[in-house]
């Protein structure tokens, strides 16, 4: 049974918005915190922005820093990643992922829970 899964993706053209979902297990959304993150081709995967499992802490990784908000709800087990002002580098395959720990280093590689990914294309 998948633990983790997004939503939202789809194509979008240069300065539009975009609002991801990620669905998480009761289990993993009252104990875990949630990072998302992205994967272009040809790319590592980039840590972008996380939230703690209180929903109080929220930690913005340069890349997302200004354009991108991270938030939940708490009755849908649901965490939400809100982009704006979307650019065509911003095209890549979104996930999100959990963790047990709050992670605070942009240089963070994820937790073990991932999701399967939602497209996210910005046009010019």
């Known amino acids: 049974q998948a633990q983790l899964g997004e939503s939202g993706g789809g194509l979008v053209q240069a300065v539009g918005s975009l609002r991801l979902s990620c669905v998480a297990s009761?289990?993993?959304?009252?104990?875990?915190?949630i990072p998302w993150f992205r994967q272009a081709p040809g790319h590592a995967r980039e840590f972008l922005a996380s939230i703690d499992n209180t929903g109080r802490s929220t930690f913005y990784t340069e890349s997302a820093k200004g354009r991108f908000t991270i938030s939940r709800d708490t009755a849908k087990n649901t965490v939400y990643l809100q982009m704006n002002s979307l650019k065509p580098e911003d095209t890549a395959v979104y996930y999100c992922?959990?963790?047990?720990?709050?992670?605070?280093?942009?240089?963070?590689?994820?937790?073990?829970?991932w999701g399967q990914g939602t497209q996210v294309t910005v046009s010019s």
């Open positions: 009761g289990r993993i959304f009252s104990r875990f915190a």
């Open positions: 992922n959990a963790d047990p720990q709050f992670p605070l280093a942009p240089d963070y590689l994820g937790g073990n829970y």
